[in-house]
């Protein structure tokens, strides 16, 4: 998926009205290229490893932990939003603590609070829904390419937390209830992935929703090939373990990342001396 595909354009019959909030000079979100979908997938692979070896490794139980991830995050989400312009380190460092947030949301739900997973994905999709109503009612579209105020990128982190938990929650719904194992269930939520593709280019499903729906997926997709590589082979996955597929896949990040602050390949806004006009 490159620029011109999901995310890349307004939603059909949608202006872009004068922006409320503080008026910034650039959009704070990258370009939607094939680096976006790569990191975005390494970070979600990343947020079910790096939350299963917290867990284990820090001895605070999983409320201790994901109170303290809900802390950092905070801190890191003021640094964004401190930001004049999208920075790729800020901001996938971002998305990588909310992947980690969201699958910790959603196992505390499950693993201390005993709700189901049925009832847990629905709800995330209720309250993803209102997000996006919300965001839709107060800026006339939900494209990432205009998250150029401080409202609307309140709005878009918020829609990428619950878009985490959602899909933590469905992934594992779909995992449990047809056992299909680590990579069968990686191959099946590719599928789902393509199969958004081919509706937006031959279909012509609209680029907004096909964006957001992809994004929801690519989560529960990242999830099963951290489990595939990281869970014991007894258990159907590669036994790299928790600590080495963490590692590997943030090393892997950090060089993409380092990658485009150097070259700006996921600049959308080029930097300009003057602010837009209001």
Known sequence: MT????????????????PTGRRLRWNKVPEVTAYFWVIKVLCTTVGETAADLLN???????TGVSLLMSVVLVAVLVAQFRTRAYRPGIYWLAVALISIVGTLISDNL???????????TIAFAVVLAVVFIA??????????HHVDTTRRESFYWLAV???FALGTAAGDLVAERMDLGYWLSAGLFALAIAAVAVAHFALGLDAVWSFWIAYILTRPLG????????????????GLG??????LFLAVILGL??????????????????????
């Not at 499950?110 to 847990?120: A, F, K, M, Y």
């Not at 150097?262 to 837009?276: A, I, W, Y």
């Open 110 to 120: 499950t693993d201390n609070l005993g709700v189901p997973l049925e009832t847990s």
């Open 135 to 144: 965001w839709y009612r107060s800026e006339r579209t939900l494209s990432i």
């Open 3 to 18: 620029a011109d595909i999901p995310g890349a354009v307004e939603a059909p019959g949608t202006s872009r009205p004068a």
């Open 257 to 278: 990342v380092v990658f485009l602050t150097v070259t700006r390949r996921d600049v959308s806004d080029p930097e300009r001396l003057t602010p837009q006009a209001s």
């Open 56 to 62: 284990e490794k820090l001895g605070l139980g999983l």
């Open 161 to 163: 937390l619950f878009t």
């Open 242 to 247: 928790t600590v080495i597929t963490s590692v």
């Open 223 to 238: 999830a099963s090939i951290g489990d595939y590589l990281s869970q014991p082979t007894a258990d159907g996955g590669l």
